[in-house]
Structures are given as structure tokens and as C-alpha cells.
């Protein structure tokens, strides 16, 4: 499959995710995640008319960048490590991976510094699994009550990845899970604002994380591929 019969592919399957949950196409926003692919690659994609490019990791993401920069919509969906954040901020203009106070106070410090606001996700655990990062549910309302010290960070909503399921239904309960502590958290009125946006669904969930609710999924393989690793950089 080309790229253009897989963007009309994935654009058919989120429709009819949305007439099954009742959802407004226009409410889910799609991410095409370049990391497994070259910059021509990733260029190309942008070219077909996908906007919003995700990386999960700078060193990775920077040539990428380079030769992309201001044609895409930048979002960085990976662990971010502290010392990488000078990196990041500027360059992407959403950050899916918000998990510690530690990385809060870095980002409002660069963004202060750029006289910039940061939109983020809080990245939360929903599954457990321990190899996932991101805060147990209990931890996210104390969390997010404590971004109030950090003024340039925009809290968006939320983002978690949903353990790896031969079967995508078995995915619902994690996606479920994270709506269900978006209205907690909206309900509890933490933030002092409301947030709409749960980034969630990947290639192998996304129609689940759309019926329940996703506004931000991420496709890398179902929607750019996935190429041999090259040494392009
Ligand atoms: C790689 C990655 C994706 C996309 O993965 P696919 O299964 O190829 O769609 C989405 N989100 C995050 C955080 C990722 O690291």
C-alpha cells in the first residue's frame, strides 16, 4: 500500500468509528507518528496532507525537524528526559509525555525563558504495567494540583498508552479509564479549567480509543509504515 491508500484507509476506519460512538469526525485529530520512518518518508506524509507529526524521541526527531520544521504541526509523544528539553520546547508545540514535577518545572523554566506557553497531556498509567511510565491514577489529581506553580504549561488533557492486545477489545477498560479520570479531574475543577483532550489509540486500538472518546490518536504503522532502520539519521 502507498501512503495515499493508507491515509484513505485509516481516514474510513476513524470515520465509521466515529458513526459507531456517535462522535463528530471533526472532534478526532490524527497523529502521524514518523519514527519508524525516514525524513523522505515523514516528508511525504506531510506532503499527502497529514499535518500533525509525532516523535517519541530528539535525537531521532532532529533531522526530521530540520528538514520538516514549520510545514508540520510538531508532537512529542516519548519519555522526555530533563536535559532534553532545551531540545524539545520551541520545536514541538505539544508535549504527550507530562509524568513528574521534576520534568514540569524544567519545561515552564525553558518556556519562561522563550516567553512561550507549553501545551501538554498529562501521561497517565491506566494499565499498571510497570514498564509504562506515566502517574497511577490516584497520583494524577495531587499532580495536577501542584502545576499550578508552573503558569507556562497548558494542560490540554490527557495521554496514555494502552498495553499491547492481539485482541483491540481488550484495550477498552484502559481507554475507558483515562475519560473516566479526565472527568474526575474536570469535576474536581483541580486545574482550575477544564480539559477536553484524551490522546490515546495507536495502530492496533485506535477505533477502540475513538469509540471511547480519544481527540488525539497517534498512528505510526497503520498510517506512515514502518521501514527497515537506515543510517540517514
Ligand atoms: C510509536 C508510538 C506510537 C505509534 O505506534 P504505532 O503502533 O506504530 O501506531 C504512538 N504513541 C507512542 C507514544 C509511540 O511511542
Known amino acids: 500500500m502507498n501512503m ?4 484513505r484507509l485509516v481516514e474510513s476506519r476513524i470515520e465509521e468509528a466515529c458513526l459507531r460512538s456517535g462522535r463528530r469526525r471533526e472532534e478526532v485529530n490524527v497523529i502521524a507518528v514518523t519514527k519508524y520512518v525516514s525524513t523522505e518518508t515523514a516528508r511525504e506524509a506531510v506532503d499527502s496532507g497529514l499535518r500533525h507529526v ?6 531521532d526527531a532532529q533531522a526530521k525537524w530540520e528538514a520538516i520544521g514549520a510545514d508540520a504541526v510538531w508532537h512529542f509523544i516519548g519519555h522526555l ?3 532534553k528539553v532545551k531540545d524539545v520546547v520551541g520545536k ?15 519545561l515552564d523554566r525553558v518556556a519562561a525563558k522563550l516567553g512561550i506557553t507549553v501545551n501538554c497531556f498529562i501521561q497517565a498509567n491506566i494499565s499498571g504495567e510497570l514498564s509504562k511510565h506515566g502517574l497511577a491514577p490516584a497520583e494524577l489529581l495531587p499532580f495536577a494540583e501542584r502545576l499550578a506553580d508552573y503558569p507556562r504549561l497548558k494542560v490540554l488533557g490527557l495521554m496514555t498508552m494502552a498495553p499491547y492486545e492481539t485482541e483491540a477489545e481488550a484495550t477498552r477498560p484502559v481507554f475507558r479509564g483515562l475519560r473516566e479520570l479526565r472527568d474526575k479531574l474536570n469535576e474536581a475543577g483541580t486545574l482550575g479549567y ?3 483532550h484524551l490522546s490515546m ?4 486500538d485506535f477505533e477502540i480509543a475513538i ?4 481527540t488525539w490518536v497517534r498512528l505510526g504503522t497503520v498510517l506512515v ?3 527497515p532502520a537506515r543510517e540517514d539519521g
Do not use: C, P, T
Open 4 to 7: 495515499r491508500e493508507r491515509i
Open 54 to 59: 509525532g516523535e517519541n524521541r530528539w535525537q
Open 81 to 83: 528526559q530533563s536535559n
Open 92 to 106: 514541538f508545540a505539544y508535549i504527550h509525555s507530562l509524568d513528574r514535577l521534576s520534568l514540569a518545572k524544567e
Open 194 to 196: 477544564s480539559v477536553d
Open 201 to 204: 489509540g495507536m495502530s492496533g
Open 211 to 214: 469509540e471511547e472518546g480519544a
Open 225 to 227: 509504515g514502518k521501514e
